[in-house]
């Protein structure tokens, strides 16, 4: 996610693959972003950019999971200081920081953050979002994603489907 993100910004493609591949991480990626990959970036759509910038609520959430970040703050999106745990790939940074990750959230935790941000999200879609949660639905949607998929790895990241969740939630 965080080499795909950068494509929104306007990262060249092929830079952004040939990173990928270099560090095994092409069996990663969905058919969707397999996809992406094999396009030139005048080819891409502002539907994949806008689905692109959306892997940033996606990618807090699995550093919350993987333990980069202490917290999911419900009224905050990624920061700077959180990114910079992160391969910098504009600066050719390895995938070192990422690759000896040894500590993630148990079932448990996991289980509880996707109940809670279900249901901020239901919350949102009812009109009865609460006011002091500052994020909108599309991030309470990704987030809910990324847990779903994490719940349920077996499962292509373009297959989760966050309704499915919300009705077992209700």
């Not at 700077?80 to 995938?95: F, I, S, V, Y």
């Not at 809910?144 to 499962?155: D, F, G, I, N």
């Given at each position: 996610?965080n080499?795909?993100?950068?494509i929104?910004?306007?990262?060249?493609?092929?830079?952004?693959?040939?990173?990928?591949?270099?560090?095994?991480?092409?069996?990663?990626?969905?058919?969707?972003?397999?996809?992406?990959?094999?396009?030139?970036?005048?080819?891409?759509?502002?539907?994949?950019?806008?689905?692109l910038?959306?892997?940033?609520?996606?990618?807090?959430?699995?550093?919350?999971?993987?333990?980069?970040?202490?917290?999911?703050?419900?009224n905050a999106?990624?920061?700077?200081?959180?990114?910079?745990?992160?391969?910098?790939?504009?600066?050719?940074?390895?995938?070192?920081?990422?690759?000896?990750?040894?500590?993630?959230?148990?079932?448990?935790?996991?289980?509880h953050?996707?109940?809670?941000?279900?249901?901020?999200?239901?919350?949102?879609?009812?009109?009865?979002?609460?006011?002091?949660?500052?994020l909108?639905?599309?991030?309470?949607?990704?987030r809910?994603?990324?847990?779903?998929?994490?719940?349920?790895?077996?499962?292509e990241?373009?297959?989760v489907?966050?309704?499915?969740?919300?009705?077992?939630?209700?």
């Open positions: 996610m080499a795909l993100i950068n929104a910004f306007e990262a060249p493609i092929e830079y952004i693959s040939e990173w990928i591949y270099k560090h095994d991480l092409a069996n990663h990626l969905s058919p969707t972003e397999r996809e992406l990959l094999s396009t030139d970036l005048s080819e891409v759509s502002d539907e994949d950019i806008n689905a910038t959306w892997y940033m609520e996606g990618l807090y959430t699995l550093m919350w999971v993987t333990k980069i970040a202490d917290h999911l703050d419900e999106h990624m920061d700077e200081e959180l990114a910079a745990k992160l391969p910098n790939l504009a600066e050719a940074e390895t995938n070192q920081k990422l690759s000896s990750l040894q500590h993630i959230q148990s079932d448990e935790d996991t289980y953050m996707l109940d809670y941000y279900s249901h901020l999200l239901l919350y949102q879609n009812s009109g009865l979002h609460p006011s002091d949660i500052a909108d639905e599309g991030s309470l949607y990704e809910c994603k990324a847990l779903t998929w994490v719940l349920h790895a077996e499962m990241w373009d297959e489907n966050v309704a499915i969740t919300l009705n077992n939630q209700s």
